[in-house]
């Protein structure tokens, strides 16, 4: 990340908005419920009004405005990133699940040995 880390210190504002941000949300959740004999769309309204509502406030704080900052640093690293090709991605996949096939037969074969040799060998057991 280009950006150096920064701690702030939390301002009463802040700590105010993030609580009004959450209290917006109860409240949404609650008129949601609380307008259960009322018209689904006029429910799903008041819900969806004031979740953005509390989702607005919430960007406004320090908190929403990191997050904003980390989502377009994550953006700007992606897009640096060099992604395989198909035949690479298809190679690299064929690898792991020959990798996995011989590891399988690995553990069944050495299974098998050591069954044969505290079964058969040492207690003397017999199928």
Same mark, same amino acid.
């Given at each position: 990340?280009?950006?150096?880390q920064?701690?702030?210190? !939390?301002t009463g504002t802040?700590? $105010?908005?993030?609580?009004a @941000?959450?209290?917006l +949300?109860?409240?949404? %959740? ?5 307008l259960g004999?009322?018209?689904?769309w006029l ?7 004031l979740?953005?509502a509390?989702?607005?406030l919430?960007?406004?704080?320090e !908190?929403?405005?990191?997050?904003? $900052?980390f989502?377009?640093d @994550?953006s700007?690293e +992606?897009?640096k990133? %060099? ?12 690898y792991?699940?020959?990798f996995?096939?011989?590891?399988a037969l ?5 299974d098998k040995t ?14």
């Amino acid at each position: 990340m280009s950006n150096p880390q920064v701690e702030t210190v !939390s301002t009463g504002t802040d700590k $105010a908005k993030l609580a009004a @941000s959450g209290v917006l +949300v109860i409240v949404a %959740v609650a008129a949601f419920y609380a307008l259960g004999k009322q018209d689904l769309w006029l429910r799903v309204g008041a819900l969806v009004l004031l979740l953005v509502a509390a989702v607005g406030l919430f960007f406004t704080s320090e !908190s929403g405005k990191q997050l904003i $900052a980390f989502g377009q640093d @994550s953006s700007r690293e +992606v897009r640096k990133v %060099v992604w395989p090709s198909r035949k690479e991605a298809t190679q690299m996949t064929l690898y792991v699940f020959a990798f996995v096939v011989v590891m399988a037969l690995f553990l069944w074969f050495t299974d098998k040995t050591l069954e044969w040799v505290l079964y058969d060998l040492i207690l003397g057991w017999k199928r």
